[in-house]
């Protein structure tokens, strides 16, 4: 089977992160976001994966490149000279998608959830529709596309919404669709919206149907929401693969740490916490709801809750971080501030306290 996975767009939501790594190579429970993808789609049989990227593909290219081996796939690139929306790329990697004649896997780069992909092909399979796309329920669906059903039809869409402002309904798109190439004569090689020109008009042609997802969701392109995405990941670990996790006494709930981290052994780390490679926490500092990134370094007595501490950055003795604060790479937080909300761009020192959130540029 094949797969295109969009990865373009210029991650801003998630800056400073993304001033660094292109989104999808930022890192989630350790890993880049995107081999957690890769990996649910090698295991669905899917033998041919195309990203469709428009910016920093060089970057992209080089990272990616060890994923084939190690997930035993194919990886094509598709660059487009110009950002063609979230329907646009799958007109320029038409060739590739009529390679053959089966249906093919398109997802959002920025998504988490236990992929039930081969579910989801079955599913396709048996209603014989041009087009499903996974959905699930959320509280607040203003910011994504919303599915209104059929009502005498529950899977199949009736309506295709996409960031409505009124409330229709809390049945969100979450950004996987599984499609025939038969779509592919729905989309022109130009900057094309999926979700506001192609599914609506499928919807309408009664072509689309929807599939509920089971278990935790979350798109991760914002801190606030990777934060919560962490939490809901760790606990999906804590059932499919708990021995993964950490424990001991200075562990409280799911905590993952990377097994090139050093931990100080009277700290306490949990809940919800991801320790990535290479960082180093000293005694006694409490960290829960965050996330370390590589070479991230937490001096003694610090306390970071509910933020993203990035690449290489230190955040000195007694300092405190809070609110979803996130500092991007190689930020220094001197002693004893209290950094609260701040997003902290990269190469900064933080010397005096931040109250309110912020950019600190
Ligand atoms: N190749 C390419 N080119 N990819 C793009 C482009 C582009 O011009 N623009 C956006 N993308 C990619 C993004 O990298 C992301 O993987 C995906 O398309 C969706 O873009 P986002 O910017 O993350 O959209 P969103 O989060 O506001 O909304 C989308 O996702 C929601 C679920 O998380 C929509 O699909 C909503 O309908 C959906 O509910
Ligand atoms: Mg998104």
Same mark, same amino acid.
């Given at each position: 089977m094949k797969a295109l996975i969009l990865v373009g767009g210029f991650g801003t939501r998630l800056r400073p992160l993304t001033l660094t790594l292109p989104k999808p190579l930022v890192p989630f429970s350790?890993? !880049?976001?995107?081999?957690?993808?890769?990996?649910?789609?090698?295991? @669905?049989?899917? &033998?041919?994966?195309?990203? %469709?990227?428009?910016?920093?593909?060089d970057i992209?290219?080089?990272?990616?490149?060890?994923?084939?081996?190690?997930y035993n796939i194919k990886i094509h690139f598709s660059v487009e000279q110009e950002p063609l929306g979230t329907a646009g790329p799958l007109a320029l990697?038409?060739?590739?998608?009529?390679?053959?004649?089966?249906? *093919? *896997?398109?997802l959002n780069s920025d998504i988490i959830c236990p992929f039930?992909?081969?579910?989801? @092909?079955?599913?396709?399979?048996?209603?014989?529709?041009?087009? &499903?796309? @996974?959905?699930?329920?959320?509280?607040?669906?203003?910011?994504?596309?919303?599915?209104? @059903?059929?009502?005498?039809?529950?899977?199949?869409?009736?309506? *295709?919404?996409?960031?409505?402002?009124?409330?229709?309904?809390n049945r969100i798109n979450a950004g996987i669709y599984i499609l025939d190439i038969s779509v592919l004569d729905r989309i022109e090689l130009r900057p094309t919206s999926i979700e506001k020109e192609i599914f609506p008009s499928m919807a309408s042609d009664n072509q689309l149907c929807c599939m509920d997802l089971e278990g935790y969701w979350m798109?991760?392109?914002?801190?606030?929401?990777?934060?919560?995405?962490? +939490?809901?990941?760790?606990?999906h670990m804590r059932d499919t693969e !708990?021995?993964?996790?950490?424990?001991?006494?200075?562990?409280? +709930?799911?905590?993952?740490?990377?097994? &090139? %981290?050093?931990?100080?052994?009277?700290?306490?780390? +949990?809940?919800?916490?991801?320790?990535?490679?290479?960082?180093?926490?000293?005694?006694?500092a409490r960290i829960r709801d965050s996330a370390l990134l590589d070479h991230a370094h937490v001096q003694a007595h610090a306390r970071v809750a509910k933020s993203i501490v990035g690449w290489q950055s230190r955040v000195g003795r007694w300092a405190r971080l809070d609110q979803v604060t996130v500092l991007g790479l190689d930020v220094q937080v001197s002693e004893e501030v209290f950094v609260n909300g701040a997003r902290v761009l990269p190469h900064k020192t933080i010397s005096d306290n931040v109250y309110e959130p912020s950019i600190i540029m």
């Open positions: 350790n890993r !880049p976001m995107i081999e957690i993808q890769i990996d649910a789609l090698a295991k @669905a049989g899917v &033998t041919d994966v195309i990203l %469709a990227v428009n910016y920093r593909p992209m290219m080089a990272e990616l490149e060890k994923f084939e081996k190690k990697a038409r060739d590739l998608l009529l390679k053959d004649p089966s249906p *093919f *896997f398109v039930p992909l081969s579910q989801m @092909a079955e599913f396709h399979r048996q209603h014989g529709r041009a087009g &499903t796309i @996974a959905v699930t329920r959320v509280e607040d669906p203003s910011k994504y596309g919303v599915v209104v @059903a059929h009502p005498h039809e529950p899977t199949l869409v009736e309506r *295709f919404v996409e960031k409505p402002s009124d409330f229709v309904s798109d991760v392109g914002q801190p606030a929401d990777y934060l919560s995405g962490i +939490g809901l990941h760790l606990a !708990p021995a993964s996790l950490a424990t001991g006494p200075h562990i409280v +709930g799911n905590v993952l740490i990377h097994p &090139t %981290a050093t931990v100080a052994p009277d700290c306490l780390l +949990g809940p919800n916490v991801t320790v990535g490679p290479n960082a180093r926490i000293e005694s006694g």
